[in-house]
C-alpha cells in the first residue's frame, strides 16, 4: 500500500530494491511489465521465466501480462492467432508449468495477466473444424478481420461461441490461478459492447474471494467511447502514446508535448476506469518499422520514460526496456533478450521511478497535475507538480539539445529531496535536500530530468564505500537474498568473486570457499 515517505522509509541507494520488493502496491500505485515467455530467457519457457520472477520483483513490477501463450497457427506464427485458448504453446512448457510460474508470482505478490485475444482465431483453429458456426461468415465462407490473413473472425452473434469464450476465460482462473486478462483488438466492431457489459461482471464474479482485473487495449477514453461503462479496469493510453511519434532524437518539443499531455488529461477527467501509459510495446517496438527506443525516441527516451511514470496512470515496461529497449523484438519468432549489456541509466531511472510510485501518495491514480510556469529562457523545459494531502513530487524535464537553466516560479517553498537526477544515475541512486523558495532557479543536463519530492529527508551520496569480505563457511552463513548483484537483483551466497551489494554497501568478495 502506498504511503507518504518519512526518514523511516528510506529509498535512496540499494534501499530502492527494498521497497520494490515490498507487499502489494494498491491499484493506482501499480506498475505492468509485458513479458513474452519466448523472449523473456534463452529457454524462452514458463520454468525459465519463474526463475527471473525475483529480478522483475525488485525491478518494482506488479503485474506481470504474458504475451499470448496459446498454441499457435495461422502460417506467420503470431502469437495472436490462437489453435486452442485452453491449451499452451508446447515450447513455452504445460499448463502445470504455468501454474507454477503463476504460483511464485503470487509467493512475491505480484498478478499474472494473460492476453486474452477475443476477436478471431487462428485459419486452422481446432474450432474451424469441431465449430465451423463460431465463425462470422460472408457468402457463405469465413472472414479475415482487418486484413489479418492468418485468422478467422468469430461471430459474437452466436450465443455458443460466446458461452465458449467465456469458459475459455473462467477455465485459466481454474487452471493457472490467473488474476487478469488484456485483452486484444477490442476496438473491433464485431464484438459488440453488450459482450463485454455481461462477460467482464461474470468472470470478475466467478469465484468467491478472486479478483480478476481487465485491460483493454484500445483508447477508450477518445477513439472507443462506446466501451466508457462497459467495466474495463484499464484502458491504453493509446491517443497520447501516438502523439510522441515524431518526438525524436534531435528536436525540442517541450509545448506540444505539454499540449498532448493536457489532451490525455482531459480526456481522462471524468473516466470510471484507469489508463495504462507507455513508450513502447510489442507494436511500437516491432510492427512499427522494427523501431528501438533510440531509433524511435533518440535520447528522449530518458525523460520520456520518466514521464510516462509520473504523469497519470499506471507505467508499462516492456520486456526488456528496463535495460535500454534496444532490440526490436520480432514476436512471431521469439527473439531473444540481451540482458548482458545493461543500459544502467534507463535501469536505475526505471528501478527509482517504480519505488517512488509505489510509495509517494502524490503519484497514485487520477492526482492532478499542475504545470509549472518557466522563465522565458526554458522554451523547451517541462515542469510540473502533483499534490496529494502533504505528499508533493516536482517533475522537471529538459527536452533541449543542450543543457538549460530554467527558473520555475509558484513552488510550495520549504524542504525538497530530491530523489532522481540524469547527471548521475547511471552510477547510483542517490538522494540530496535542497531548501527551495516559491522561485527557484535550477540547470539541468541535455535530456536531463529531475524528481523531487516535498520534505526532509537523510542525503545519501552515491555507494562508493566497498568493503572487503572473505566469505568461509565457519565465519559466515548469509539468509537467503543477502547479497544483491550490482543491478539490485539478489543472490544467494556469492559462487565466485566480485563486486556486491549487502545492507545497503557496496562489497568486493575476494575469495569464495563454496
Not at 528496463?322 to 512471431?332: H, M, P, R
Not at 547479497?483 to 556486491?500: A, E, K, M, N, T
Request: some cysteine; glycine content about 8%.
Amino acid at each position: 500500500m502506498a504511503s507518504q515517505l518519512t526518514e523511516n522509509h528510506l529509498l535512496a541507494s540499494d534501499y530502492v530494491d527494498d521497497i520494490n520488493r515490498a507487499a502489494n502496491n494498491e491499484a493506482g500505485h501499480q506498475v505492468i511489465y509485458e513479458l513474452n515467455v519466448g523472449s523473456f530467457t534463452t529457454e524462452g519457457t514458463f520454468a525459465a521465466a519463474q526463475q527471473k520472477l525475483a529480478d522483475l520483483k525488485t525491478l518494482g513490477v506488479d503485474i506481470v501480462w504474458l504475451m499470448p501463450i496459446y498454441p499457435r497457427g495461422g502460417g506467420i506464427n503470431s502469437p495472436y492467432a490462437a489453435t486452442d485458448f485452453q491449451q499452451t504453446n508446447p515450447k513455452y512448457g504445460t499448463i502445470a508449468d504455468l501454474r507454477s510460474l503463476v504460483d511464485a508470482a503470487h509467493a512475491l505478490n505480484m498478478q499474472v495477466w494473460l492476453d486474452w485475444v477475443p476477436n478471431h482465431t487462428a485459419t486452422n483453429a481446432t474450432w474451424v473444424t469441431t465449430h465451423p458456426e463460431y465463425y462470422a461468415k460472408s457468402g457463405g465462407q469465413m472472414i479475415h478481420p482487418n486484413g489479418y490473413n492468418d485468422v478467422w473472425q468469430l461471430d459474437y452473434n452466436n450465443t455458443a461461441l460466446v458461452n465458449a469464450m467465456n469458459d475459455c476465460l473462467k477455465f485459466w482462473i481454474d487452471q493457472a490461478d490467473i488474476d487478469g486478462y488484456r485483452c486484444d483488438y477490442i476496438s473491433s466492431s464485431r464484438i459488440p459492447a453488450s459482450y463485454w457489459q455481461t462477460a467482464i461482471p461474470l468472470i470478475k464474479n466467478y469465484k468467491s474471494g478472486k479478483t480478476i482485473t481487465f485491460l483493454g487495449e484500445g483508447d477508450i477514453a477518445q477513439d472507443v467511447t462506446r466501451l466508457k461503462t462497459v467495466g474495463f479496469d484499464y484502458d491504453y493510453a493509446w491517443a497520447y502514446q501516438s502523439s510522441l511519434a515524431n518526438f525524436g532524437s534531435t528536436g525540442v518539443y517541450s509545448a506540444s508535448l505539454k499540449a498532448n499531455a493536457n489532451t490525455m488529461l482531459n480526456a481522462s477527467a471524468n473516466i470510471s476506469f484507469s489508463r495504462m501509459l507507455y513508450v513502447t510495446n510489442h507494436d511500437q517496438n516491432f510492427n512499427e518499422n522494427k523501431k528501438t527506443l533510440t531509433q524511435k525516441y533518440g535520447n528522449n527516451r530518458y525523460p520520456l520514460t520518466v514521464l510516462a511514470y509520473t504523469l497519470y496512470g499506471m507505467p508499462l515496461i516492456y520486456n526488456g526496456q528496463e535495460v535500454g529497449g534496444n532490440q526490436a523484438l520480432d514476436y512471431f519468432n521469439d527473439t531473444k533478450i540481451n540482458w548482458s549489456s545493461p543500459d544502467t541509466k534507463m535501469l536505475n531511472t526505471i528501478r527509482t521511478l517504480t519505488a517512488l510510485k509505489h510509495v509517494v501518495p502524490a503519484l497514485g491514480d487520477k492526482v492532478a497535475v499542475n504545470w509549472v510556469t518557466l522563465s522565458s529562457g526554458a522554451a523547451n523545459v517541462l515542469a510540473f507538480t502533483r499534490q496529494q494531502g502533504d505528499s508533493e513530487v516536482l517533475v522537471v524535464l529538459n527536452l533541449a539539445t543542450t543543457a538549460t537553466t530554467a527558473t520555475l516560479t509558484g513552488l510550495t517553498a520549504g524542504s525538497w529531496s530530491q530523489w532522481l537526477t540524469s547527471e548521475t544515475i547511471s552510477q547510483g541512486t542517490s538522494r540530496s535536500q535542497q531548501q527551495f523558495s516559491a522561485t527557484q532557479t535550477l540547470t539541468l543536463d541535455a535530456k536531463g530530468y529531475r524528481v523531487f519530492v516535498r520534505g526532509s529527508f537523510p542525503e545519501e551520496d552515491i555507494p562508493t564505500g566497498i568493503e572487503d569480505v572473505s566469505l568461509q563457511p565457519s565465519s559466515f552463513s548469509p539468509q537467503p537474498s543477502t547479497f544483491f548483484d550490482l543491478s539490485g537483483r539478489p543472490v544467494s551466497i556469492p559462487q565466485r568473486p566480485g563486486l556486491y551489494i549487502r545492507g545497503g554497501k557496496k562489497m568486493v568478495v575476494s575469495h569464495t570457499y563454496f
